[in-house]
Nanobody, 124 residues
């Protein structure tokens, strides 16, 4: 069982930046971020594979492409989400997710482990 602990959420003005972190208690193949806005379904944000083995190392939802960057430190079993040019519509609870499935993509059911979520609020 892998535990995921997120940090880095908060309140920021539109156009600002935040960096989320997620530390895993064990090794994982794919780590990702999802988010859930009030009264909306949880949605995929970004995911990243362990480097050096596959193409499509990282990918993003269209809504965040060019503004968010996902990265990972395998030595620390940690994934990061750098969020720039934040918009009010980015306001949501952000969840870290992980799996040992090397081909996991954008679907919630592909991920076995979930963090508790961290709130990101972007004011206009």
């Amino acid at each position: 069982q892998v535990q995921l602990v997120e940090s880095g959420g908060g309140l920021v003005q539109a156009g600002g930046s935040l960096r989320l972190s997620c530390a895993a208690s064990g090794r994982t193949a794919v780590m990702g971020w999802f988010r859930q806005a009030p009264e909306k379904e949880r949605e995929f944000v970004a995911r990243i594979r362990r480097p050096g083995t596959y193409t499509n190392y990282a990918n993003y939802a269209d809504s965040v492409k060019g503004r968010f960057t996902i990265s990972r430190d395998n030595a620390k079993n940690t994934v990061y989400l750098q969020m720039n040019s934040l918009k009010p519509e980015d306001t949501a609870v952000y969840y870290c997710a992980a799996t040992s499935d090397r081909v996991a993509t954008v679907w919630e059911y592909e991920y076995d482990y979930w963090g508790q979520g961290t709130q990101v609020t972007v004011s206009s």
